[in-house]
């Protein structure tokens, strides 16, 4: 069951950051980090530009675009691109995973099979979850919060705050996830989830 739980996670995580990679890509932005997982790198390369990572932890992941959260000149940084395109980037992640999440729901439900069910209900609420305004650092925290710091602030101030706010509210909802393991695994075990 535990099993189960994380390596529905990690192939969640892995195709939600592979969606922004691949979205900041067709939009001409430069992805300078892919990573799956935070903390100490375990393994890496370089490809076209872009650092491909796999660290310790792997609780989440992330795409480092080029003066994601700085101001630039460069046509190629995420702060430079026309929120339509910011949008889509931020978007394409929770849209991957709610879409395999539909699909593996369904097929699980139909040829009754719980790992494809489980997998699809995870999915979706990574998806959603994800998407929700609740935090500047979750994916809906970039759609709604930025442009609302950039109109209060300008563009150069409001990205300094909303790179605070963002640092923090990642630190706030890092602790809670590791604080939430324990209970996790409980449920799991005990076949809640």
């Known amino acids: 069951m535990i099993f189960t739980f994380l390596i529905s996670l990690y192939i969640c995580i892995i195709f939600h950051e592979l969606g922004h990679l691949l979205a900041a890509k067709l939009v001409k932005c430069k992805v300078e980090v892919f990573s799956i997982g935070f903390g100490k790198e375990l393994f890496s390369f370089n490809y076209k530009g872009t650092k491909y990572r796999i660290a310790l932890f792997p609780l989440g992941?992330?795409?480092?675009?080029k003066d994601e959260l700085?101001?630039?000149r460069s046509k190629y940084a995420f702060t430079n691109l026309k929120y339509r395109d910011k949008l889509f980037i931020i978007?394409?992640?929770?849209?991957?995973?709610?879409?395999?999440?539909?699909?593996?729901?369904n097929l699980g439900k139909y040829f009754?099979?719980?790992?494809?069910?489980?997998?699809?209900?995870?999915?979706?609420?990574?998806?959603?979850?994800?998407?929700?305004?609740?935090?500047?650092?979750?994916?809906?925290g970039y759609?709604?919060?930025?442009?609302?710091?950039?109109?209060?602030?300008?563009?150069?101030?409001g990205l300094i705050k909303f790179e605070k706010a963002n640092k923090i509210s990642f630190i706030i909802l890092m602790i809670l996830n590791i604080l939430c393991i324990p209970l996790l695994i409980k449920l799991i075990i005990q076949g809640a989830l």
């Open 61 to 65: 992941g992330f795409n480092k675009l």
């Open 70 to 72: 700085s101001y630039s």
């Open 91 to 105: 978007s394409t992640g929770c849209a991957i995973n709610i879409f395999m999440g539909l699909i593996a729901f």
């Open 112 to 140: 009754l099979n719980y790992n494809l069910y489980y997998f699809g209900w995870l999915s979706l609420a990574l998806g959603i979850t994800n998407f929700l305004p609740i935090a500047p650092c979750l994916d809906g």
């Open 143 to 157: 759609a709604v919060w930025m442009p609302i710091y950039f109109k209060l602030y300008g563009k150069g101030k």
